[in-house]
């Protein structure tokens, strides 16, 4: 995605829509996004017709790597997957066909290989060996070298979220499991969570959709769809922006260009700027545009 032309829009360095990655990108949900804020790489994972696909970009957010169905077919699922990077690798989770928890990692993290270099998709298991189910889409975050995976309770009545934390093992081809705890908190959908200066930051509530928070430098914003009725193409997306200067958060607004979805929005940090990427709302094409800068 080439980054548009201003818009004018609510947040400073905000810009226009514009298709993905010219059409090509066509999801069933949700898509996700992480970057390796060194190299300035990034994966966008997006599921279609029950598997995930990938794809890398550059520091400039062009596409580096062709469009690839995750290797060898081993990643289904028929929901949003979750991505972030964790030291030398991308990791991405989903929740599989059978209600488990799947996460697979790319461990070194090179342009040529962002879309191919991915172990075996490994279940993820509790300290007691159990497998860890959910009913929703999980997300995921690094915090102080670690990941931690937020995710809701494994049947339609279990709204509780829980969280569990990962750590790479001495091959960087597996995490190894610890901390699975209740967060105290409940929702009808998936969590968001995501790390702010150092501390995990999670956003369990719901409105039309799952909530989706990120950091970027010294802001945060949060997005969903709004509770009201939707259109043809979907519902009007809304978003707040915290900012560390002030130490508060603005206002709630509606998408200036009033784009709209029938899945969530995701949003994803590079350097101190903040991209949001959405499913379009009659064509299924990822769109995507810078929405905010420090």
């Known amino acids: 995605m080439a980054v548009a032309s201003a818009a004018g829009g609510t947040y400073p360095g905000e810009t226009n829509w514009g298709a993905f990655d010219q059409n090509y990108a066509v999801t069933d949900d949700t898509p996700a996004a992480a970057n390796n804020g060194a190299a300035q790489t990034t994966i966008v994972a997006w599921e279609q017709n029950s598997d995930l696909w990938i794809e890398g ?9 062709l469009v690839q169905r995750f290797p060898g077919g081993m990643a289904a699922t ?6 972030t990077f964790l030291r030398y690798d991308f990791a991405v989770v989903w929740r599989g066909m059978d209600n488990r928890i799947w996460y697979s990692v790319n ?9 191919t270099n991915w172990t075996q998709p490994r279940a993820i298991t509790n300290p007691n060996g159990g497998f860890v189910t959910t009913s929703a889409t999980p997300t995921i975050t690094e915090t102080g070298g670690r990941v931690t995976v937020a995710y809701r309770g494994a049947s339609n009545s279990n709204s509780n979220i829980w969280t569990i934390d990962g750590t790479l093992g001495s091959s960087n081809l597996v995490l190894n499991w610890s901390n699975n705890a209740q967060t105290g908190f409940s929702s009808p959908s998936s969590p968001s969570i995501t790390n702010f200066a150092g501390t995990q930051v999670p956003t369990p509530l719901r409105s039309r959709s799952r909530p989706v928070l990120t950091a970027a430098g010294n802001q945060m914003m949060i997005t969903s769809l709004t509770h009201g009725s939707a259109y ?14 002030v130490g508060a958060w603005g206002n709630w607004n509606n998408d200036p260009q009033q784009w709209h979805s029938f899945s969530a929005p995701v949003l994803y940090a590079i350097s101190t700027a903040i991209y949001i990427l959405i499913r379009g709302g009659t064509n299924g094409v990822i769109y995507g545009k810078e929405v905010s800068r420090n």
């Open 107 to 115: 461990p070194d993290g090179a342009i040529a290989t962002l879309a």
């Open 232 to 245: 043809t193409d979907g519902s009007i997306m809304t978003r707040a922006r915290y900012s560390g200067d």
């Open 57 to 65: 970009r550059n520091a400039d957010n062009s596409r580096t790597t």
């Open 78 to 83: 028929t929901q949003a997957p979750s991505a």
